[in-house]
């Protein structure tokens, strides 16, 4: 097992508490943050991105991948060898189970007293505002595509890298371009983005006695993970092919 694992679950784990913790806060019946807003749900995952890199760094895992799509990416790239990458990915589902399950025990509850059952899955996994599967899988490649390209534009050579304008604030940039997405690209699928922050809390919801849930759409579920993967490869693929 790499010594990255323990930091790649732990940082996962507290992306998702944190991201699916504000979904959960402005979807749940009597939570302070009810009604909140998109702007509320795309800041909050924001933060949630960048406390967990500084998390997955800090235990163990400097690349803080946080999602298989990265993960792919890189060893498309090179980065790692197929085992590591593997084991960073069931890091990432493990700590994407771990961090909903703990989002069902800070708003208890709620989900009790909201009745609604397609919010409650809305705070585990995603879901398409108009579903389409050809352009529901468009929006989850091009939201994924520009995530990794990005972020190895970020840390390329004119990047985050020691004595750039970015140097030194790279998990930051990788927020805000999280951010980003969320505000520009998110509307029509929810931007997972990421296979584990999708299928991971998906598990949890079908797995978790949640009052009055419903169903877990696994009609749906391929499209938030065969979507970023694509994604992240062409990005990879394209990044590599002009030099970045």
């Not at 509320?40 to 500084?54: D, N, Q, S």
């Not at 398409?128 to 989850?140: C, D, G, Y």
């Amino acid at each position: 097992m790499p010594a990255s694992f323990l930091g790649e679950l732990l940082g996962t784990m507290v992306l998702i508490l944190l991201g699916n913790g504000v979904v959960a806060n402005v979807l749940l019946t009597q939570s302070k943050g009810n009604g909140g807003g998109w702007i509320v749900i795309t800041a909050g995952w924001a933060f949630a991105v960048m406390a967990g890199i500084f998390v997955s760094a800090a235990a163990g895992s400097p690349g803080a991948d946080l999602n298989p799509a990265v993960t792919v990416a890189v060893m498309v790239r090179g980065g790692y060898d197929v085992t590591t990458g593997i084991m960073h990915i069931v890091a990432q589902f493990i700590g994407a189970i771990i961090g909903a399950t703990l989002v069902w025990l800070t708003y208890l509850p709620h989900w009790e007293a909201t009745k609604d059952a397609g919010l409650k899955l809305a705070c585990f996994s995603t879901g398409p505002a108009i579903r389409n599967t050809t352009t529901n899988l468009i929006s989850e490649v091009v939201g994924t595509f520009v995530l990794v390209f990005v972020i190895f534009s970020i840390f390329s050579a004119g990047g985050a890298t020691a004595g750039s304008p970015a140097s030194g604030v790279g998990p930051y940039l990788v927020a805000a371009l999280v951010w980003g997405i969320g505000l520009s690209l998110g509307g029509p699928t929810g931007y997972a983005i990421n296979p584990a922050r999708d299928l991971g809390p998906r598990i949890a919801h079908m797995l978790l006695p949640i009052a009055g849930k419903g169903d877990n759409d696994w009609g749906y579920s391929w499209i938030p993970v065969v979507g970023p993967l694509v994604g992240g490869i062409l990005a990879a693929l394209v990044a590599t092919a002009i030099g970045i």
